[in-house]
């Protein structure tokens, strides 16, 4: 698959991403400038982690003007797939590829470390390889990961099988201890109406290697390579 | 016409100096040019109370590629065409007055440093000092600063991965914040700080200038100032702003790394801004340069051009471009979205020359601004050193075996040894993919991009060691970074420096800084690790006592596969476990300076000694161990001694731990003494290797002549004792895991 990472200014996860995507998953990827207006050559976007434009207003508030933001809508809206992580998930909120915000950390401190994520139900390419109930090992690394939405929304997203991850404790069970960050029902990832838009706070990029200290991000870039590949296939 | 003494203690220039300059100069400075010289003959800028010493270190060695002092930071040479670039400095003063500022900005001008040498900054590590954390205000200085730290660096996608965070009164009211950088570059792109070729152009890129930091080098960092100023002094600390570090470290990389040939040098403004940026590179380049001020970005109307050349705004960078390539420079910073503005041009003089609107307001001959006036003294030993070295913790009523559990469990949770989780949390410490050894252990490690090796770097100093005896503190704060970095499986290759002290005009603070530089020179020669790089932060002083003298050693470590990297932590039960190098009887004299005695008795007093042959052989035989891949984990044996070593090594393994050797002598010094060169280290049940691991072990240690002793097993479950202690790893956890 060939991949674009878009690069605003102040993003810091697109070489992460790169090196996970080219040196270990082997596929085609590019780091594209936010000033590109052209992803008819890709098969997926991702738009990856960092402090777009600082953060100093609303994370995201400003990246979602970007000059590439009308062709990643486009592209989301032809029903391709599109991932946002952290920074990214933040823009998708800002942008409303996605519903909610995502708020202060309830800890008012930055938070780096890692964290088990239960994948719930909800049909994505992004995760339709990995069996619902699965736990999942993926760092965090955020001042503003605090998802918050109305409880009409909650309950739409939790009807609808769009939250795909939930913080969780090593047994996988959903609790307050294991919720990092303030997350409304620990939630971590959620998906749109049509499933192609995955936005979660969590770097699977970091998760790419054991090196590193684990390898289990890849089973969302897998679960989409597989689907790909099926849909080649067939 | 005399200048009066309120314009010389405006940049901190003695009469005396003052007479210097008029002297060399053949007539009076002007208002700017005094403030120009004051800035390049402070401390901070000109090390006049420090560069005879700094000559002591050794320096150079087959894998050192720059000159020490001479660029940015220092460059090591680690094969495959790569170097590691590093350097550590400090900002207390700053942090003092306006703790988040304070620090974010000595984070963002320490990787200035890295980053004008065309190298991509890969870690940043952070070494701290507070008064206690019971005072509201040491309170408020450390969360200050700890926020700062992560709040420029988690903004910049640099991560940080370790240092140190230690607590004593001698740091009340004056706070140490040594930051330190280390990058990669290719060798063959690496870049130098100079400008030369006539025509040449400087160009001025990043944040306009403004008001702020004005007298950051001269006043700040270069002498002692009463507390109660610190509210007055406020507008001297800068204000930081990482998004456009971010873009400028992207851009400056992007040139050195693809067309490093469009330009001569490339330099970042620190302390004295644009003056000392613009001497320092004709200095190194052997030219002049006239700058015309009105080409300066400003952010404000009405700057005059003393505040331009002195204005130490942040995330400033200065390029010194071919002039047949400005035009591609300047369109290579636009894409960036950065400011890139012509100032001014190379000269084949040897003067600096300001213009304003065609009007000269400054003539600085390079050679007299960066040849300020040097002082050695004759330093006196401190008189309080007599009784404090005399007094003898033998005297002392022994730990009996009924207190010892409880003893160990109050010095884990002493915020000197306690988990620094609660800090390094807030600070991302994973982002660029290379973090192999996360922070909490001895040392961080980290993956060289696209390769297979990997570093280890440490920070260490105790300043009580330092206090007690400034030279064997100074070796010993570098043979603890050694010891560090050797316990990830590491050889130690470099040093890089920040001397913190008091005022060096007082004989008794020369003393210790004179002796803790031949101590660390004396070590640094014994382990091979050249000084590549450093700072020197004088005049740290509070109500006018110094703080304890600081002399933070910044160790890097190379490990040729990063795979087998060794971590602090016991992993897996059945292992045998053994203490390297000075052996499990202890003298009571091992309590000097510890922990132990400053926790339980009150008393920082008695005479720290190392043996570096003794520390050498030691570094061998831990590397010659795991080389041959008998070694399961190694820790350092440092503050709280033996008992809190083990302790932390079933605890961050999470593993149970049965001592099973016989302990003699006092209990005290046995447990908690604090000997220098000693390791522990676990290696598999003897099923694992034919003959035994552990007979290998023996024979390494009696060819190397270190001791070797056995101290027991890591055993499945909850359980740990070791001599008279008794708890569980779940007990010694919930003390250590206090956060800060």
């Known amino acids: 698959m060939r991949f674009a990472i878009i690069r605003f200014p102040g993003t810091w996860s697109d070489r992460d991403t790169y090196h996970v995507l080219h040196n270990v998953l082997e596929q085609q990827a590019d780091i594209l400038w936010h000033r590109e207006t052209d992803l008819s050559n890709y098969d997926a976007v991702v738009l990856p982690g960092g402090f777009s434009y600082g953060d100093y207003l609303r994370c995201g508030a400003i990246a979602r003007f970007s000059p590439v933001m009308d062709a990643v809508v486009d592209f989301a809206e032809a029903g391709k797939p599109v991932i946002g992580i952290c920074n990214g998930f933040q823009v998708l909120c800002e942008s409303h590829l996605l519903p909610g915000a995502l708020i202060r950390n309830q800890s008012l401190q930055f938070r780096c470390q890692w964290t088990y994520l239960r994948r719930e139900g909800g049909s994505t390419p992004w995760a339709d390889g990995i069996p619902d109930g699965t736990v999942l090992h993926v760092p965090i690394s955020h001042g503003e990961g605090n998802y918050f939405a109305d409880p009409d929304t909650l309950n739409e997203l939790e009807l609808r099988g769009r939250v795909v991850f939930r913080y969780c404790d090593a047994a996988g069970e959903v609790t307050p201890a294991a919720n990092p960050n303030g997350s409304a029902r620990n939630i971590a990832g959620i998906i749109n109406a049509r499933g192609n838009v995955l936005g979660m706070m969590p770097h699977p990029e970091r998760a790419g290697e054991q090196l590193v200290g684990g390898a289990d991000g890849n089973r969302i870039w897998e679960s989409l390579l597989r689907q790909a590949t099926t849909i080649l296939a067939g | ?740």
């Open chain 2, 1 to 740: 016409m005399p200048v009066d003494q309120a314009a010389l203690d405006a940049v901190a220039l003695h009469r005396d100096e003052y007479e210097l300059l008029v002297q060399q100069l053949g007539r009076e400075p002007n208002e700017v040019e005094l403030g120009m010289f004051g800035s390049l003959w402070s401390e901070h800028c000109g090390y006049k109370n420090s560069k005879p010493l700094l000559k002591l270190f050794p320096s150079s060695g087959d894998q050192i590629l720059t000159k020490v002092g001479a660029e940015n930071a220092g460059a090591i040479d680690i094969g495959g065409g790569l170097c590691v670039v590093m350097k550590v400095e400090s900002h207390n003063h700053p942090s003092a007055i306006e703790p988040y500022q304070g620090a974010a900005t000595g984070v963002g001008g320490i990787v200035r440093d890295i980053f004008a040498m065309g190298a991509y900054p890969i870690a940043i590590l952070d070494s701290l000092r507070f008064g206690p954390l019971d005072d509201p205000q040491n309170r408020y200085l450390f969360e200050g600063v700890v926020g700062g730290i992560g709040g420029y660096g988690n903004c910049l996608g640099v991560p940080t991965i370790g240092g140190e965070v230690v607590f004593s009164p001698a740091y009340n009211g004056n706070p140490l914040v040594n930051a330190m950088c280390v990058g990669i570059a290719e060798t063959a792109k690496l870049l130098s700080a100079k400008a030369h070729g006539e025509g040449n152009v400087f160009l001025l890129v990043g944040s306009d200038t403004g008001r702020d930091g004005i007298h950051g080098a001269s006043g700040l960092a270069s002498r002692t100032d009463p507390e109660a100023r610190f509210e007055e002094m406020r507008p001297a600390v800068q204000v930081g702003n990482p998004f456009m570090e971010k873009l400028l470290m992207e851009a400056c990389y992007e040139l050195a790394s693809e067309h490093g040939d469009w330009i001569v040098g490339l330099q970042d403004l620190g302390a004295a801004g644009l003056t000392s940026a613009v001497v320092e590179c004709c200095a190194k380049g052997g030219s002049g340069a006239i700058l015309d001020l009105e080409n300066v970005p400003r952010r404000e109307q009405g700057m005059t051009p003393y505040e331009v050349m002195l204005s130490e705004s942040q995330e400033r960078m200065l390029v010194i471009a071919k002039k047949e390539h400005v035009a591609e420079v300047t369109a290579l910073f636009q894409h960036w979205e950065l400011h890139c503005e012509p100032i001014g041009v190379v000269t084949d003089g040897d003067e600096v020359v300001i213009r304003e609107h065609g009007v000269e307001v400054a003539h600085v001959p390079v050679g007299i601004a960066t040849e300020p006036p040097q002082y050695r003294r004759q330093g006196t030993r401190p008189a309080e050193l007599m009784a404090l070295n005399a007094f003898d913790p033998g005297r002392l009523p022994d730990v009996t075996a009924g207190e010892a559990t409880g003893v160990l469990l109050k010095l884990l949770s002493r915020p000197n040894i306690a988990s620094k989780r609660g800090v390094f949390r807030q600070y991302d410490h994973q982002v660029l993919n290379n973090t192999v050894v996360p922070p909490g252990g001895d040392a961080a490690v980290l993956r060289v991009p696209g390769t297979n090796k990997g570093i280890a770097v440490s920070t260490d100093c105790s300043g009580r060691l330092c206090y007690l005896d400034p030279y064997a503190g100074g070796a010993i704060a570098v043979a603890e970074a050694a010891r560090n970095v050797v316990c990830t499986g590491a050889t130690p290759v470099a040093v890089t420096d920040c001397l913190n002290f008091g005022n060096p005009e007082k004989l008794d603070v020369y003393y210790t800084l004179e002796h803790a530089v031949r101590g660390i020179a004396e070590a640094c020669l014994q382990f091979d690790t050249p000084v590549v790089s450093g700072n020197v932060s004088l005049y740290n002083e509070t109500a006018g006592r110094p703080i304890y003298p600081t002399p933070v050693i910044g160790l890097l470590g190379i490990i040729e596969d990063v795979s087998k990297s060794l971590r602090a932590g016991f992993d897996g039960a059945g292992c045998q476990v053994y203490l390297l190098g000075a052996g499990l009887e202890q003298p009571a004299a091992t309590l000097g300076g510890s922990e132990y005695l400053e926790a339980l008795h009150g008393v920082v007093a008695g005479i720290p000694t190392v043996d570096l042959a003794a520390e050498k052989r030691l570094q061998q035989l831990v590397l010659r161990a795991h080389a041959e891949g008998l070694l399961v984990n190694a820790h350092d044996c440092s503050d709280g001694g033996l008992a809190v070593t083990l302790a932390e090594s079933a605890l961050l393994g999470e593993q149970g731990f049965e001592g099973d050797a016989g302990l003699a002598g006092r209990l005290d010094a046995a447990l908690f003494g604090e000997a220098q060169g000693r390791i522990v280290v676990s290696i598999p049940d003897d099923s694992f290797r034919q003959g035994g691991g552990a007979a290998r072990l023996h024979d390494l240690g009696n060819e190397l002549g270190v001791p070797v002793t056995r101290l027991g097993r890591t055993v499945p479950g909850d359980t740990f004792s070791f001599g008279p202690l008794r708890t569980s790893v779940t007990a010694l956890r919930d003390a250590y895991e206090i956060l800060l």
